[in-house]
């Protein structure tokens, strides 16, 4: 079956990076793309970005395009995401989620990653 | 972007009631590509619905989905306590991807 596990949670202050790692399995993994979703503490959910795992290729959420970056490792059915000059407000638990098709609805999610920032 | 509006905000009915949760969008998503997904305290959320009336896999026919253009409706029948949860609609029609805002839904 379809799995795709997180890293572990982590806390960081401001100004830091952060990588959360998404390893799949169960599936082709380059036969479907990877979306990232974050959720601060009592909120909705919030696209940040997509990443084909087939190519390589990316969209961003505008707000956040100039501090994510996505990136994928095929040898290892692994993606990434990476969030820099963090802020308290990027406190949130995050999610990558695979789709059915690319950029589509998402029928199997990680089982999400706290990251805190706190100076 | 399409901004999506769901309500009510909160929704509290009992046990064998039928739950109608709406979604509205800023913009027409034409070719119905609207899901609905459940979220439980503490965990990621599960696909009900895709493509706005198409059940996910293991999902009971207690759940549907409907609508079309501006307009979205997940019906929700015979009212079970597990069904208590967080509702969330997402367009994937144009980039960026959006999610509702949500609907509590708790059964009494």
């Known amino acids: 079956q379809v799995q795709l596990v997180q890293s572990g949670s982590e806390v960081k202050k401001p100004g830091a990076s952060v990588r959360v790692s998404c390893r799949a399995s169960g599936y082709t993994f380059t036969g479907h793309g990877i979306s990232w979703v974050r959720q601060a503490p009592g909120q909705g959910l919030e696209w940040m970005g997509w990443?084909?795992?087939?190519?390589?290729?990316?969209k961003y959420a505008q707000k956040l395009q100039d501090r994510v970056t996505l990136t994928k490792d095929t040898s290892t059915s692994t993606a990434y995401m990476e969030l820099s000059f963090l802020r308290s407000d990027d406190t949130a638990v995050y999610y990558c989620a695979r789709d059915q098709w690319g950029g589509s609805f998402l029928p199997s999610w990680g089982q999400g990653t706290l990251v805190a920032v706190s100076s | 972007e399409i901004v999506l509006t769901q309500s009510p905000v909160t929704l509290s009915l009992s046990p064998g009631e039928r739950a109608t949760l709406s979604c509205g969008a800023s913009q027409s998503v034409r070719r119905g590509y609207l899901a609905w997904y459940q979220q439980k305290p503490g965990l990621a959320p599960r696909l009900v619905v895709y493509d706005a009336s198409k059940r996910a896999a293991d999902i009971p026919d207690r759940f549907s989905g409907s609508g079309s253009g501006t307009d979205f409706t997940l019906t929700i029948t015979r009212l079970e306590p597990a069904d208590s949860a967080v509702y969330y609609c997402h367009q994937y029609e144009t980039i960026p991807i959006t999610f509702g805002q949500g609907t509590r839904l708790e059964i009494k």
């Open positions: 990443i084909s795992a087939y190519d390589g290729h990316t």
